[in-house]
Structure formats: structure tokens, C-alpha cells
Nanobody
Framework: QVQLVESGGGLVQAGGSLRLSCAVS????????MGWYRQAPGKQREVVAE???????TYADSAKGRFTISRDNAKNTVTLQMNSLKPEDTAVYYC????????????WGQGTQVTVSS
């Protein structure tokens, strides 16, 4: 069974940093794009950052200049380094990987809480 497991969330003061990691287990699929999304209370889930299989990165405007996404293809992991955190970054963060053999599907982690206090 394919599982994505996130780690690294927690409570941090405004201006601080957190590093989120996501690893996949139970899969022999090829992995395409990887990404991080977040959902704040009462809001829709939104993309934070994505990295393609070739390493091209894209960021939400809110993340540009503060967050860095990276992937390790050998370990099948994706990491989100978050700096200069703001209270409005408070949300549950989810990783997503697009995986498959001939047909690709999206797989999601269970989410990790990030809380930024002012």
C-alpha cells in the first residue's frame, strides 16, 4: 500500500523556520511532480510549492522568497524549507506526489500541522 508520510510540523514563533519532509513507502511507481499544499481553517486547500520530475520549481506568491522546495529522487522524498514564517502561514500542510507506471495518479500525505504564533 502506498503511503506518504510527512514530518517536521510544529509550533514556531513568527520569523522562525521549519522544515517539512515527506517520504513515500510501499511504492515501486515512477514519481512525477511533487508538491506541498496547505489548508487553513475555513479555507480551501491551496498549493504552496511544486517541483517537477526535472527539478523545475514553482511557488505561490505567498511563498516566494521565503520557502524552498527540493526533492531527492534517490530517496523519493520532498522537502519544504520554510523561513521567515508568518502567522498567516498557519495551516495543515500536505505533500502530494504524482505516481504511476503507465497511468499516473495523485497521492496525498495525511497532513502535518504548522502553527506560527505572533
Amino acid at each position: 500500500q502506498v503511503q506518504l508520510v510527512e514530518s517536521g510540523g510544529g509550533l514556531v514563533q513568527a520569523g522562525g523556520s521549519l522544515r517539512l519532509s515527506c517520504a513515500v513507502s510501499g511504492s515501486t511507481f515512477s514519481i512525477g511532480a511533487m508538491g506541498w499544499y496547505r489548508q487553513a481553517p475555513g479555507k480551501q486547500r491551496e498549493v504552496v510549492a511544486e517541483v517537477s520530475s526535472s527539478g523545475t520549481t514553482t511557488y505561490a506568491d505567498s511563498a516566494k522568497g521565503r520557502f524552498t522546495i527540493s526533492r531527492d529522487n534517490a530517496k523519493n522524498t520532498v522537502t519544504l524549507q520554510m523561513n521567515s514564517l508568518k502567522p498567516e502561514d498557519t495551516a495543515v500542510y500536505y505533500c502530494k506526489m504524482t505516481m504511476g507506471r503507465w497511468v499516473y495518479s495523485d497521492y496525498w500525505g495525511q497532513g502535518t500541522q504548522v502553527t506560527v504564533s505572533s
